[in-house]
């Protein structure tokens, strides 16, 4: 496998530079290596070779001539719930069939516009729905990590990758793709990073347009990127970030420069520890990762400050009714009439259902049964409109924590991965995954997870960084001195390199219907 995919982002954007490879060279080493391994791995759903370079080609012309662009011939991977101009775009569900849009998110047009290459469509959770990317229509996806026993040997068990970003952590973790979108509604990109040995980052809400973006729970979801390291995330959002009048969420302020900010150090720097985040049932791995976390930033010259988010206990609840709520408002809109699946029925009320049933996998269908059941009559008082006022509440604890400290520092996750099955048969066991990034959609606020360690069975830990509004710059220069003393983490036996590979099969709806056109550590 060619050495080129194992570069960082910003490592190959100086490779560009210096003309040490074209862009269409770069482009290649990662459309071999996704034919070899994908199959393993399930991380691309859908791979588009020729558009990629097409567009590399292009790239290679602007390298050329010296009219470079900020993310110039850098290959990507596409989470499936952008959607993007005449490839087909599912959100990972059955209801979306063949879904070929006229259009490309805002996201994604501020990308390609700045040069990117895009290598593919992304597997993910249905309609984002999930945290071990195990409900998408297209199978699940395989995290590269495996388990090590006390012999130092591989474990044959199959590990998530986190989700419902996981086919984004996964290709990221694997070298399939420089970086990838994502997008987090209640954790959905900083836990699959967490699990991968990979950097996400969940912008404040407002910060990236959600127009193109399917949507899951509108007041909450938000797109940010998944990279390698806090440098290639800091290149990344400055290029996905944007104004948008086409999103009445998006918020009209500058885009800093946030490479920049990497090089400010942490000297000075509040740091608030929330005491509510030692939960019940934490992994004593994980504690002891956070007191290192909290070494490493105060050795740094940061000063380490207790503070208490009182209301944090509730968050988990009142997002377990907000989120299903705004999810069955914005998914009545497939009905099989206008687009998607169609399964016909002896009336349009069957049509619906018999659509609806087939389209939709068993999560989707939960979360909608919760959904339409805390909107409905009766119940809007006592379930609802009590969580709205929980999430103002929590959104106080932190507007409070501001006045003493300048980031909290906290867990990630839970636990470190774990295997396919273990808990996709408890939802509350699976809820339980976004205990501690639940609290910054909730309250609209920017996050982001860095690789800070290994579990004693080999695999990745990561330590969560929360900030002010609008203030990612701040984020980013601190995740910088995590990664600066825990170092980066990346797959040391890559058993999934050159498995027999073929692109997923789109997923076949059950009832008939009409066709349509282990870890090593490195400093």
């Known amino acids: ?41 399930n991380a691309f759903i859908l791979p588009t070779p020729e558009l990629a370079l097409a567009q590399a080609k292009e790239s290679d012309k602007r390298l050329k001539s010296g009219d470079v662009r900020g993310l110039e011939g850098l290959p990507l991977g596409n989470k499936d719930l952008f959607c993007t101009f005449d490839q087909r775009t599912t959100a990972c569900s059955k209801i979306l069939d063949d879904f070929r849009p006229p259009y490309e998110s805002t996201v994604g047009s501020n990308l390609w516009n700045a040069g990117a290459v895009m290598l593919g469509k ?15 229509a ?8 495996r388990r090590k026993g006390k012999d130092g040997k591989l474990s044959t068990d199959k590990l998530v990758p986190g989700g419902s970003s996981g086919g984004s952590s996964a290709a990221v973790a694997a070298d399939l793709c420089l970086a990838a979108t994502a997008t987090d509604t209640g954790g959905s990109i900083r836990q699959p990073a967490a699990l991968t040995g990979t950097v996400g980052v969940k912008p404040t809400y407002g910060r990236c347009s959600r127009w193109g973006i399917v949507a899951f729970a509108s ?5 940010g990127p998944i990279a390698k390291t806090v440098r290639d995330a800091a290149i990344m959002l400055k290029s996905m970030a944007s104004h948008d009048p086409k999103d009445s969420t998006s918020v009209d302020t500058p885009v800093p420069d946030y490479e920049a900010a ?7 720097l509040r740091v608030g520890v929330p005491k509510e985040y030692r939960v019940e049932g934490m992994s004593p791995q994980i504690e002891k990762l956070w007191q290192e976390g909290i070494a490493w930033l105060k050795a740094a010259g940061a000063s380490i ?48 259902e018999a659509t609806r049933s087939a389209g939709f996998g068993k999560e989707v269908r939960r979360r909608i049964l919760i959904g339409t059941y805390v909107l409905s009559a009766g119940y809007y008082d006592a379930y609802y409109l009590k969580a709205q006022k929980v999430r103002t509440l929590i959104k106080r604890d932190f507007d409070e924590a501001w006045n003493t400290v300048d980031v909290v520092l906290t867990p990630t996750t839970p636990s470190p991965a774990f295997a396919f099955g273990e808990k996709s048969g408890d939802p509350i066991a699976m809820y339980l995954e976004d205990i501690f990034t639940v ?13 800070a360690g290994l579990s004693s069975e080999g695999t990745p830990l990561g330590l969560q960084l929360i900030g002010k509004p609008f203030d990612e710059a701040t984020l980013f220069r601190t995740a910088q001195a995590l990664e600066d003393a825990a170092g980066r983490f990346t797959v040391s036996e890559r058993w999934w390199e050159g498995s027999a590979s073929a692109p997923a099969k789109k997923p076949e709806a059950k009832t008939a219907a009409p066709k349509k056109k282990t870890g090593s550590k490195k400093k």
Not at 219 to 223: G, K, R, T
């Open 1 to 41: 496998m060619s050495d080129l995919i194992k570069l960082t982002l910003a490592e190959a954007r100086d490779g560009l530079s210096k003309k040490e490879f074209s862009a269409t060279e770069l482009t290649q080493a990662y459309l071999d290596a996704i034919e070899a391994s994908n199959a393993a791995i």
């Open 122 to 136: 992304l597997n993910c959770d249905e309609f984002a729905m999930g945290s071990s990317n195990e409900t998408s």
């Open 138 to 145: 297209f199978g699940p996806v395989v995290s590269p990590w």
């Open 219 to 223: 007041s909450l979801d938000q797109a």
């Open 262 to 268: 990497l090089a400010q150090g942490v000297k000075g």
């Open 305 to 352: 400050h207790e503070i208490s988010l009182p209301h944090t206990k509730y968050a988990l609840p009142a997002y377990y009714i907000i989120a299903p709520a705004e999810a069955s408002s914005n998914l009545a809109r497939y009905d099989g009439v206008r687009y998607g699946l169609r399964v016909p029925g002896k009336d349009l009320i069957d049509t619906y």
């Open 439 to 451: 609290t910054v959609n909730m309250a609209g606020l920017p996050g982001i997870s860095v690789p």
